[in-house]
């Protein structure tokens, strides 16, 4: 049977604290699910600590681990409480290599979820750390891409945030980009409106429209590549960008980066700009793929007009 | 060692840190350094007899400080040009120009930087400890002891058992907000409470050498030391006339000996600043 997104996040882990005597830091980790299965079941004996429910000192103390050189993973179990965890690791341990000379690398999973979940913990909150110096941000979706994220964290000494989404974890396929000259429009999604992204891209093919995709999740540092631009600028309405954290995010601060290469028109759709409730009329949903194919069509009728 | 020689072992590593602190204080006066300073004389005994007892156990901690860190690193052998380089600014300073007088480091001595968010190097310390389980020193103020983040470390490293001495020192003052503002309860209090082995002494030498010769880094210890700041929280400010300096106590209680010392250090300080001003 083909491997999930988590069983992979399973199997790093467990080689990250047997082969290479890492530490897993988190709350609630041996409770329930195991991280949504994400976490083999082990104990503190095997490097998997229980941390307090004191969300900011955590933090600190898990920068105190990677200073000694533990190279710990740090999950962090819904992204709302990166709000409490990011104080000392983007204020400390993201700087440390910088001022001190004293690298404290460490690997931050981040769980997220796709609305539904009331005021703080329904989406990504990646935004908070992608300002600060020092950090490195990826949001993989799959396999490969997970575990190349992992061998680039454990060939360097920064701080790497790892964006997940529990809706992944299931995922058993690859994304491929689908870029050409001459586009209408590109997409360029993030995180979990990946998924949603792919459905609008084939359905408006499917129906007249010359639709690309560039899939991104390396976010910072974020590299546009000579290919991308060259396609991005002949392009004929520009890109479309989608996130599951809020719009005036990090992907407001991606567009005008692609703007400023290419000159064309950046368009971002992400959680709207409202707070969010619990259920489907009140919470703040990422982008569907209806959403994404309503706006390519505004676009599009803008345009002409 | 006997206790009369510790005595004027930490004498010499106080003195050290007070003449090297008027030293600053005249710089900052002279407007030579321009960032902000937080002068640590006044309460140099609490890191000199700490130290000193680490190096008659010859031990070699993680120190984790903060601000008013001069006398930490200077106590614990950190190398004094190398810090007067780093007030100055220059790239030869212990933390390469970037660390100014808060944000200090030693590799040589374990002392790790601090970034400035009061009472963080609690947390770190705590982490580091665990992590390494090796002796861990963390060193706070009466103010940063508020921080909800400090209060949950020494919760961790109560329940962990951790290599690891917590020292408070208290000035009584957060800037210029007295204690008695600013909480009805006491540090040592909240400190047992999490079951930590805890004190509340004032900086007399020989305090400090009794509570921690037992079981310093055998179990988490926890002392609340009483001090006197000479200077305000930064800058050169100076706080009302200070009655008690311990330093001068200590130099009349210990004799000519002592006089002798203080006089030598002054003079080689003096020296070494006015050689890195020249450079």
């Known amino acids: ?305 | 060692m006997s206790y009369k020689n510790y005595r004027l072992k930490t004498f010499e590593k106080a003195s050290l840190c007070r003449n090297f602190e008027n030293e600053v204080f005249k710089r900052v006066n002279e407007k030579i350094i321009n960032f902000p300073v937080y002068l640590s004389a006044g309460q140099e005994y609490v890191p000199s007899s700490i130290a000193q007892i680490v190096k008659d156990k010859k031990q070699k901690p993680l120190i984790f400080g903060q601000h008013r860190g001069h006398s930490i690193y200077l106590s614990f052998g950190g190398n004094i040009v190398e810090l007067i380089d780093e007030l100055l600014g220059k790239k030869t300073g212990c933390t390469r120009g970037m660390g100014g007088s808060l944000s200090i480091n030693s590799n040589k001595i374990n002392m790790f930087g601090h970034e400035g968010l009061m009472g963080s190097n609690a947390c770190m310390g705590v982490g580091a400890c665990f992590s390494s389980a090796k002796p861990t020193i963390v060193f706070l103020g009466d103010a940063s002891v508020e921080e909800d983040y400090v209060l949950a470390s020494l919760s961790w490293a109560a329940k962990k058992e951790l290599p690891i001495l917590f020292v408070v020192e208290d000035n009584n003052y957060a800037v210029l907000t007295k204690k008695k503002d600013r909480r009805d309860w006491k540090a040592k209090d909240v400190a047992k409470a999490f079951k930590l082995e805890s004190y509340d002494i004032d900086d007399q030498p020989k305090n400090i050498f009794s509570v921690l010769k037992k079981n310093l880094f055998k179990k988490p210890i926890f002392i609340n030391v009483n001090t006197k700041r000479l200077f305000w929280h930064s800058g050169a400010g100076v706080d009302e006339e200070v009655k008690g300096d311990r330093l001068t106590l200590e130099k009349k209680f210990l004799g000519k000996k002592a006089e002798k010392i203080h006089r030598n250090i002054k003079k080689k300080i003096e020296n070494l600043w006015k050689q890195r001003l020249e450079k």
């Open chain 1, 1 to 305: 049977m083909e491997t999930t997104l988590r069983e992979v996040i399973k199997q790093i882990t467990f080689k990250h604290l047997k082969k290479f005597k890492g530490q897993v830091f988190g709350q609630n980790l041996t409770g329930v699910g195991w991280v949504a299965g994400t976490l083999p079941k082990l104990y503190e004996k095997d490097g998997v600590i229980e941390l307090p429910m004191a969300d900011v000192a955590n933090g600190g103390m898990v920068t105190g681990a990677a200073l000694v050189g533990r190279r710990p993973f740090y999950i962090i179990r819904y992204q709302g409480y990166n709000w409490l965890n990011c104080i000392f690791i983007v204020n400390y341990a993201c700087k440390s290599k910088e001022i001190w000379n004293k690298p404290a690398p460490m690997f931050i999973r981040g769980l997220s979820s796709e609305g539904g979940l009331g005021p703080v913990s329904t989406s990504s909150h990646i935004s908070i750390f992608y300002k600060m110096p020092g950090i490195k941000i990826y949001s993989p979706m799959t396999k490969n891409e997970y575990t190349k994220t992992y061998k680039k964290f454990m060939k360097s000494d920064d701080v790497f945030y790892v964006s997940e989404h529990r809706k992944s974890y299931e995922n058993k396929i690859e994304f491929k980009n689908s870029i050409k000259k001459n586009l209408d429009i590109i997409l360029m999604p993030i995180s979990v409106t990946r998924f949603e992204a792919e459905k609008a891209k084939n359905y408006l093919n499917n129906n007249g429209y010359k639709v690309g995709i560039i899939h991104l999740y390396e976010l910072k540092p974020f590299v546009l590549k000579k290919k991308w631009i060259s396609m991005i600028k002949s392009s004929k309405y520009g890109v479309l960008m989608t996130d599951n954290d809020y719009v005036d995010g990090i992907i407001r601060t991606l567009a005008h980066k692609i703007n400023e290469q290419t000159n064309k028109k950046v368009y971002v759709l992400g959680l709207k700009d409202k707070s969010a409730g619990y259920t489907l009329e009140t919470s703040n949903f990422p982008p569907s793929a209806l959403e994404i194919i309503n706006k390519i069509k505004q676009i599009k009728i803008k345009k002409r007009v």
